[in-house]
Structures are given as structure tokens and as C-alpha cells.
């Protein structure tokens, strides 16, 4: 248990100290956090959106992705770029709702981007996750 709790305080030092861009109001945004857009539609029973869980680690980031696009597929972990307050990082094919390359801009109140070929770019706001 200790060793557990040891851990997480070391993930979160890191997460706060790691690549930061400027805010709206010029101080330093934190690239960590949940960013999500997942909602259940009651009608049809559907759980549509997407997920993004921005964690450091040893080897830098990493992006924990769900994707829905009426039932949730399983989560992904893939390696995320932070520049700043710019993320990109690569899925693996197959991810419903989903393309495999995403860019986005990270900022206090959530993440705004696009994979390649979409026309619009997805709102994630930072709160908790779907399943929380």
C-alpha cells in the first residue's frame, strides 16, 4: 500500500512539472488530466465520444484512449507527444468513432483537436471520466 501511494504521489509530481504551455492568462497549463466527451444517449442506448487520459511516466507520456461510437471499445494505451500545450499522438487502427492520427491543443478547460482527415475538431472537456 505504501509503496502504491509512494507511486502515485511521484506520478503527480511529475505530471506537474512536465512540458507546460501558456494559459489564457499567461501561466503555465498542465498537460495531465482527463479529457473526455462520452456521453450515453438514453434513446438508443448508445454511449458515444471519446476519452483522453493524459499521464506521464518513466518513458514520457502516454495517452490512455476509449472510443465509442454506440458501445465502448477497449482502451488503448499509446505513447503521446507534448510540445507546449500541443499533444499528438497515434492509434491503432480499428477504434470506432476513432481515426489513427490525432493533434489537439491542450488548455485549463479541456482538449480541442482532430484526427487526420476530419473536417471539425472534437471538444474533450477536463473533468472526470465517464465511468467515475
Not at 13 to 19: D, F, I, K, R
Not at 71 to 84: D, Q, W
Request: glycine letters at 16%; charged letters at 20%.
Amino acid at each position: 500500500m505504501r509503496t502504491s501511494l509512494a507511486m502515485l504521489v511521484a506520478l503527480t509530481t511529475m505530471g506537474s512539472v512536465g512540458a507546460q504551455g501558456p494559459g489564457p492568462s499567461g501561466a503555465a497549463v498542465r498537460p495531465t488530466g482527463m479529457f473526455s466527451n462520452l456521453h450515453y444517449i438514453a434513446e438508443a442506448g448508445d454511449v458515444i465520444g471519446m476519452e483522453v487520459y493524459l499521464v506521464v511516466g518513466r518513458g514520457g507520456y502516454a495517452a490512455v484512449v476509449q472510443c465509442a461510437g454506440g458501445e465502448p471499445a477497449n482502451p488503448v494505451v499509446v505513447s503521446a507527444r507534448i510540445e507546449k500545450a500541443r499533444v499528438s499522438f497515434e492509434l491503432p487502427e480499428g477504434q470506432p468513432e476513432c481515426g489513427t492520427s490525432f493533434v489537439g491543443l491542450i488548455s485549463s478547460n479541456g482538449l480541442r483537436g482532430r484526427f487526420t482527415g476530419e473536417d471539425r475538431d472534437r471538444w474533450l472537456p477536463r473533468k472526470k471520466g465517464y465511468w467515475e
